[in-house]
């Protein structure tokens, strides 16, 4: 429950906005231009602050960006990182997933692809405490819907086993359950 003193110094939000803006290459432009414009935030700070942040990551990497604008003029921003279908179509080297999901596989991935992205979004604000075989569960999942195909069952089992929890065989038993995502 919050304190008086944490209610009482509280700025009224005025909007919450989501954007995906290219990395390194926010412009007072379209789209981030008009989002903010309409609420009298400073474009330019944004746009200094954001290319700051994401100047890690290569160009035009799209970054999910959400904006808190507060009623003084104000704002704060999280950066999220890109999400796990760009990252799945940038292992598999494919432009877009499949049109006939279920009937046509589009790509393949190792297990070792999954293990490095599941690495990356753990860092996220969203998901800096989940397990990494909860993201790596996500990440199958969604790499189903877009029908890239992981290679063999049993190998992709026992390599991210092994990635995921290098020599330690108790927690190799008890994760079993793992085998549950093949």
Not at 21 to 35: E, S, Y
Request: aromatic content about 8%; overall charge positive; charged content about 25%.
């Amino acid at each position: 429950m919050a304190s008086l003193k944490e209610i009482l110094t509280r700025r009224p939000i005025s909007a919450t906005i989501r954007l995906t803006v290219p990395a390194g290459g926010a412009r007072p432009a379209p789209p981030v231009g008009p989002a903010l414009g309409q609420y009298r935030l400073n474009l330019m700070a944004f746009c200094k602050d954001f290319n700051a942040r994401t100047q890690k990551y290569k160009p035009d990497t799209p970054m999910a960006v959400t904006i808190t604008a507060f009623k003084d003029n104000t704002f704060e921003f999280t950066v999220k990182s890109p999400s796990v279908t760009w990252y799945l179509k940038k292992a598999a080297g494919i432009e877009s997933g499949s049109g006939r999901s279920g009937h046509v596989v589009v790509a393949t991935l190792t297990p070792k692809h999954i293990y490095e992205i599941a690495k990356i979004k753990q860092s996220d604000p969203y998901c800096q405490y989940m397990s990494l075989e909860s993201i790596s569960k996500s990440i199958i999942g969604t790499a189903k819907s877009m029908e890239t195909n992981e290679k063999e069952k049993k190998m992709r089992l026992e390599s991210l086993l092994k990635l995921m929890y290098k020599t330690r065989f108790h927690r190799l038993v008890a994760f079993r359950s793992f085998a549950a995502l093949v």
